[in-house]
C-alpha cells in the first residue's frame, strides 16, 4: 500500500504540479521490476521528456518549466509575448468550441474589455464569434445574469476555470487590468469558495540523468464526480459545480456559473486527437486591417524563432515548440493505442 501512497502523493505546496514528488528508493525490495511500465499503469497518461542544465537545479527547473508549459497549453493558452515568442489558443478553448459554447474569456471581454474584440479578430485567424447557442438554439443572452430568460438554461460558462480557479487575476495585456472573481452561494453551497486547485495531477519521476516520466491525470474519484454531476458530499471538489461567480473588472459585472458536470476522459481524448501542427499554425497567423480589407501579413506558426546575433537576424527552432510537439506526439499515440483496444474488443 505504501509505494502506491507515495506515487499518487506529493508533498508541501503546489502538489499538483509536480512538486515535492518522492518514490521509492531504487534499493528498496518493493521497487518495480520495471519501473516504466508497472508504475505508468497506475495512471492515465504520461510523456517522457529531456531536460537540460549542467547541474541538478537547473535539470529540476527546466523539468518544471516543461511541465508548466505543457499545462498552459490546456488551459490559459501560451502568449505571443511570452518568451520564446509564441501563440498556443487554448485546449480549453477549443473543447468549449467543440461542445458550441463560447469561452468565457472573451464573454468577460465582452463586458470589460470589448474595445479589444475588433483588433484581436483582425490579428489571429481564429475569429472566435459570439455564439450565444444552448442545445444548438440560439437564444437572447442576457450578460448580467449569464442565464437563457426563457427557460433559464444556461449559455456562458466558466470553462478555464474547470482547470483551477484564481479569484484574482491581472490581465498584462489590457493596461494591468485586475479582474477579480468571487463566490455567489446558492441555495445548494455548504462552503464559500476562494480557490479550486487544478484538478491534474502530475507525478514526475526520474528514469535517467537528464530524462524523466511524467505520468498525470485527474484523480477517479475527482473525475466520476464531475462526469455524473451534483455536489458529493465525499468529494470537496464537487461543491464548485453549478456555483455562480461574479467577475469585477471596470465598471461593468459579470456574473458567469460553473458547468453542472464535466467529462474529463472526454476532454482529454478530444484535445490529444488534434493535429498539433495545424491546430498551432491556425492558431498564428497574423493579419492587418488595410483599405477597409482583412490581409493576412504574417503567417507565423511557432516553429521558429528569430534571434539576434551579430547584427544579423538568426531563423532557429523554438524549442519550447520542439517541447509540446514531442509531449503531444506521444499522448497523440496513447489515443491511438486505446482506440485500437476499443475496436479489438
Keep these: 500500500m505504501f509505494p502506491l501512497f507515495i506515487l499518487k502523493t506529493n508533498f508541501g505546496t503546489r502538489q499538483g504540479k509536480g512538486f515535492g514528488s518522492f518514490y521509492l528508493d531504487r534499493n528498496d525490495p518493493c521497487f518495480p521490476q520495471n519501473i516504466k511500465n508497472e508504475i505508468s499503469d497506475q495512471f492515465d497518461w504520461k510523456f517522457d521528456i529531456k531536460v537540460s542544465g549542467n547541474d541538478e537545479p537547473t535539470k529540476i527547473r527546466d523539468l518544471f518549466r516543461q511541465i508548466d508549459l505543457f499545462y498552459k497549453t490546456l488551459r490559459s493558452g501560451i502568449s505571443p509575448n511570452d518568451r520564446p515568442s509564441m501563440y498556443f489558443k487554448s485546449l480549453m478553448w477549443k473543447y468549449a468550441q467543440h461542445l458550441n459554447r463560447q469561452w468565457d474569456k472573451r464573454t468577460i471581454k465582452q463586458i470589460h474589455f470589448n474595445g479589444h474584440i475588433l483588433s484581436q479578430q483582425l490579428e489571429h485567424s481564429e475569429i472566435d464569434t459570439p455564439l450565444n447557442w444552448a442545445n444548438g438554439e440560439k437564444v437572447e443572452m442576457n450578460y448580467a445574469t449569464s442565464q ?20 484574482q487575476q ?49 484523480p477517479v474519484h475527482l473525475s466520476t464526480a464531475f462526469k455524473e454531476g451534483g455536489r458529493k458530499s465525499w468529494v470537496m471538489e464537487s461543491q464548485i459545480l453549478g456555483e455562480r461567480f461574479k467577475i469585477s473588472g471596470s465598471n461593468n459585472e459579470l456574473m458567469l456559473p460553473y458547468p453542472e458536470y464535466f467529462n474529463f476522459t472526454d476532454f482529454f481524448k478530444f484535445i490529444f486527437s488534434i493535429n498539433l501542427r495545424e491546430y498551432i499554425m491556425d492558431g498564428t497567423n497574423i493579419y492587418s486591417f488595410e483599405r477597409g480589407e ?32 514531442q509531449i503531444y506526439a506521444q499522448l497523440s499515440m496513447q489515443i491511438e493505442e486505446i482506440q485500437s483496444q476499443n475496436h479489438g474488443e
Design 148 to 167: 437563457n430568460p426563457n427557460n433559464s438554461k444556461e449559455t456562458h460558462l466558466l470553462w478555464r476555470d474547470l482547470l483551477g480557479l484564481s479569484t
Design 294 to 325: 482583412r490581409v493576412l501579413r504574417n503567417k507565423r506558426h511557432g516553429s521558429k524563432i528569430r534571434e539576434r546575433e551579430n547584427n544579423n537576424w538568426i531563423e532557429k527552432t523554438n524549442p519550447d515548440y520542439f517541447t509540446i510537439q
Design 170 to 218: 491581472t490581465w498584462m495585456s489590457y493596461g494591468r487590468t485586475e479582474v477579480n472573481k468571487s463566490h455567489t452561494k446558492t441555495s445548494k453551497s455548504k462552503i464559500e469558495i476562494a480557490r479550486f486547485q487544478s484538478p491534474i495531477f502530475f507525478k514526475p519521476l526520474r528514469s535517467g540523468s537528464n530524462t524523466y516520466r511524467v505520468l498525470f491525470e485527474v
